[in-house]
């Protein structure tokens, strides 16, 4: 069985049902499971804690996700074109597996919400790539398909550099049909690949 991390941060959640989405599409593939996590919410009152166990939705992350995972699909609202600190401070605990080469070579994708039609979706997930990047991982977007597709290149549903939601206002979480298409095929396509790279050394 492969497994697929499907790690995301999202208040409003929008970010959430995108992730559920992509975590559908991975589960199409008959040999993959998808394990949902999200991280909890930072705060800069430095005693703020967060309850050990989230009063609803995906448990919280742990490195031993990321170790266990065989890929990795990441999720998170814009933040000023950028991702969202919960999900940065999570990646920033990662060092250990960067030392021990973990993530080396497993596949990963990107996805993110925005409130606005342009409003930083291609620099968010192009920034959320790098840390991945620095962690050896081999990257992948949506699939390239036109011209039936082309909806794959809409800004306001999905890039070529991974889906992408447009909320329209900080609460709303509906995700048009598009964009439920594009996680899903983002998520199986995910599945396919970390299948085609099981037990190739890729060091
Ligand atoms: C501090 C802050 C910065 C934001 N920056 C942007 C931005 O640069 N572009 C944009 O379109 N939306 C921006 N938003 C809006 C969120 O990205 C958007 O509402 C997103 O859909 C929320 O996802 P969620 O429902 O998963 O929390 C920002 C929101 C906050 C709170």
Known sequence: MIHI?????????STAQMARHVARGIEQEPSCQAVVRTVPAVSPVSDAVAPPVPEQ???????DDLCACDGLALGSPTR???M???LKYFLDTTGPL?????????????????????GGQESTLLTMM???????????GSALSFPSDSHIQNAVSGTLYGPSHWSQHESSAH???DCQKICHEFGHRLARIALQLRGLDLS
């Open 130 to 140: 790098i840390p991945l990047l620095h962690h050896g991982m081999v990257l992948s």
């Open 175 to 177: 995700l048009s049909a």
């Open 57 to 63: 939705g995906a448990p919280y992350a742990t490195l």
């Open 98 to 118: 960067w030392i021990q080469k973990t993530l080396n070579g497993k596949p990963a994708g990107v996805f993110t919400s925005t409130s606005a039609p342009s």
């Open 84 to 86: 969202a600190a919960p």
């Open 80 to 82: 000023f074109g950028n």
């Open 5 to 13: 991390l499907v790690l995301y941060y999202s208040r409003n959640g």
